[in-house]
């Protein structure tokens, strides 16, 4: 089993900046490849940036291409992403996740086998 925890979601106001983590345990292989999603009220969850297992291999949602960086330690456990020119549209609810695909990264919601219990970030105008 897997266990994944966020944090560091929040309020802060548009333009601003939020850096996520999110740390795994349990029985985690160095080779997943990890991912952030997104869910807003009322819509479906969405891709929003993941990173392969050495790191070397990032894909990014065309929203977020720019202002958006996902990176992870050299344990390969945690992952983190740095949200930078923050925008009302990307409030959400932010979900980290592994997948046991190596190649991509994946970007289906599908693809991803195990699954954070989710931190707010909310962007006010």
């Known amino acids: 089993q897997v266990q994944l925890v966020e944090s560091g979601g929040g309020l802060v106001q548009a333009g601003g900046s939020l850096r996520l983590s999110c740390a795994a345990s349990g029985r985690i292989f160095s080779t997943y490849t990890m991912g952030w999603f997104r869910q807003a009220p009322g819509k479906e969850r969405e891709f929003v940036a993941a990173?392969?297992?050495?790191?070397?291999?990032?894909g990014y949602a065309d929203s977020v291409k720019g202002r958006f960086a996902i990176s992870r330690d050299t344990a390969k456990t945690t992952v983190f992403m740095q949200m930078n020119s923050l925008k009302p549209e990307d409030t959400a609810v932010y979900y980290c996740?592994?997948?046991?695909?190596?190649?991509?990264?994946?970007?289906?919601?599908?693809?991803?086998?195990?699954w954070g219990q989710g931190t707010q970030v909310t962007v006010s105008s």
């Open positions: 990173i392969n297992w050495s790191g070397g291999s990032t």
């Open positions: 996740a592994v997948s046991r695909i190596r190649v991509g990264p994946p970007t289906a919601v599908s693809e991803y086998d195990y």
